[in-house]
């Protein structure tokens, strides 16, 4: 399983950017993705996280932080194998390396085990 975050860039407060997170793995459906991100001199931060089709499951589970609930969005296209997380109304505090995960995505948030995979992060950078 190969995982490759996009999409980043400098964007000014209020601005919108749109990441994509490409999904290398057979049967990508199944797996749960989760976002996350991690400023300078911060802890990692689960961000989001949509569950997978696992178990025959129709309905999709989705988490968002506090910080991030009501302007982030998150969704898949697992015919184009990507999950997307869709920033608005971004914020300064919201700088940070953007990556994604294979994960469970609980109602507390992602949840990443030993097992799972990590892709190469992409920088946001909110700033005017």
């Known amino acids: 399983v190969q995982l490759q975050a996009s999409g980043g860039g400098l964007v000014q407060p209020g601005g919108s950017l749109r990441l994509s997170c490409a999904v290398s793995a057979v049967n990508m459906g199944r797996y749960a993705i989760g976002w996350f991100r991690q400023a300078p001199g911060k802890e990692r931060e689960g961000v989001s996280c949509i569950s997978g089709n696992e178990g025959g499951r129709v309905e999709l589970n989705t988490y968002y932080a506090d910080s991030v609930k009501g302007r982030f969005t998150i969704s898949r296209d697992n015919a184009a194998n990507t999950v997307y997380l869709q920033l608005n109304n971004l914020k300064s505090e919201d700088t940070a390396v953007y990556s994604c995960?294979?994960?469970?995505?609980?109602?507390?948030?992602?949840?990443?085990?030993?097992?799972?995979?990590w892709g190469q992060g992409t920088q946001v950078t909110v700033s005017s």
């Open positions: 995960a294979t994960v469970l995505c609980r109602e507390w948030g992602p949840v990443v085990a030993p097992y799972d995979y």
